[in-house]
Structure formats: C-alpha cells, structure tokens
C-alpha cells in the first residue's frame, strides 16, 4: 500500500483526492497538510510539514507555491518523493524545484488530464505542420477563485506551440489600447468567471480559415485521477524531475 500524505487536503482539490482514495486498492491518503481540517478526512492533518509523524511514500501538492520551501525541505530530509500539482510558481522557485530533483524524485506538471497532455502534443504537430502561415491565440477559461493567470496549462500549450520555433516566439497576455498590428508573438488570453472547472483553445489562423484545438475540464476530479496516477507511479523513482510524458509513455 502506498503511503500518500495530502498537502492541501482541506481544499477541493485534497477532498477529491482523498475522495478517491478511499476505495482504491493500491494508496491511501494517511495524512495531510493544511491550515484547516476537512471533516471526512479521517488521518492526522498537519498545520506545517514540521509536525508530521507519520512515514510516508509519497506528497501530493495541490496547495500553493507558499508550501514550497517547507514542502522540499520535508522531502529532502526524508527522500520521500513529491507530486507537485499547484500552479503560479515565480522563475525561482521553478529553478528551486529543478535543484531539488537532483536529489529526490520529484513530478510536475501545469495538468493532470489525459486530454489535456494529448492536447499538447497535437498543438506541437499542428505549430510545425502549420508554420508561420499561422497565427497562434490560446484562450484559457477557470472559475472565479483562479488566483495566477495566464494558467499553467495556457503556458504548457504556449510553449508546446513555441518548441515548433525555437521557442523564439513572445507571449502576448492580453492586448489593451492602440496596440497596432499582430506580431510574431503567441497571444494568451484568460477568462475568469463562475464555476469553469478549466477550458482550453488554441487557435491557428490562416489566409480565410481557422484551425482551433481544444479541451474541456467538467469535473476536478479528472486531475485528481491523475495526479494520484502520477503518485503510484512515482513512489520509489530515483531522483529526478518527471512530468505526465513518463506515466503516459508513447502518447
């Protein structure tokens, strides 16, 4: 049985995971960290990473990029491998991260659905097959209470589109004002509002057509499922950063 211990558990994110959990037959959530203590959750729930007791396999992080330094320091200490699923991490604490995977396992990615990390790939085809011909616009869709924008996945798809030219395209978030005519750039555009749980659109467009590849999140618990995938497959891996391309193999 593999040992998971929650960070986040409290919000929706951790309630699903743990949700999840319950019935699988393979993990289970034994304990977690969180400011606040759901009450279906029936293991120990820790104010900070300092407090925990219990041996572990395996963290999943569905929190915020303020867990991060306690959250290595807890892993390191321990060599317990780490799913890091939150978003809106600064450029210096992605590089804290990458540091850290030359010591201990650890598995990141901006989204944890199958659909959506086949959507990457596509874009990656569809930006070499289209070229320059076409303009690329990604529009990202997140409920109310989405705190970082552009979204993780806007960028993952960003940067898929990119790698097709040497990643020497800009990134336009948003456009205001006399901003004159497109450029070269990628635009990423963000809608907030009510409960989307997460949609996704790329856009090419061409001389008088439009190609648009696209996703649509209905439920958390799609990442969920797929972060504790991610976790089962993680637990005992050497050192080393990993992302949805390890567990899915020749998607």
Not at 61 to 71: G, H
Not at 137 to 163: C, Q, W, Y
Not at 221 to 228: M, N, P, R, T
Request: glycine share 8%; proline share 2%.
């Amino acid at each position: 049985m593999i040992k998971i211990l929650v960070c986040g558990v409290a919000g929706h994110m951790g309630r699903n995971i743990c949700e999840l959990l319950k019935d699988d037959a393979e993990a289970a959530a034994v304990c977690g960290v969180d400011l606040h203590t759901p009450e279906t959750f029936a293991g120990n729930v820790y104010r900070s990473f300092d407090e925990v007791n219990e041996d572990v396999d395996v963290v999943i992080d569905f929190s915020s990029p303020a867990c991060l330094e306690s959250e290595m320091k807890y892993c390191l200490a321990h060599n317990v491998p780490a799913v890091i699923a939150a978003t809106g991490y600064t450029k210096e604490q992605l590089d804290y991260i990458d540091e850290c995977s030359k010591k201990v396992a650890i598995f990141r990615t901006a989204n944890f659905s199958v659909g959506v990390n086949l959507l990457v790939k596509l874009v990656k085809e569809a930006a070499e097959f289209l070229g320059e011909q076409f303009d690329i616009e990604i529009v990202e869709k997140h409920h109310n209470l989405k705190k970082d924008a552009p979204s993780g996945t806007a960028l993952m798809l960003a940067d898929s589109a990119n790698s097709a030219f040497e990643d020497k395209k800009p990134y336009v978030c948003g456009r205001e004002g006399n901003v004159g005519a497109r450029g070269r750039e990628i635009g990423i555009h963000a809608v907030r509002g009510g409960t989307i749980v997460g949609e996704h659109e790329v856009m090419f467009c061409g001389e008088d057509e439009i190609i648009t590849l696209s996703h649509s999140a209905r439920s958390k618990k799609v990442f969920a499922a797929g972060a504790i995938r991610a976790a089962k497959w993680l637990a005992g891996k050497p050192a080393g950063l990993y992302d949805m391309k390890n567990v899915l193999g020749n998607l």
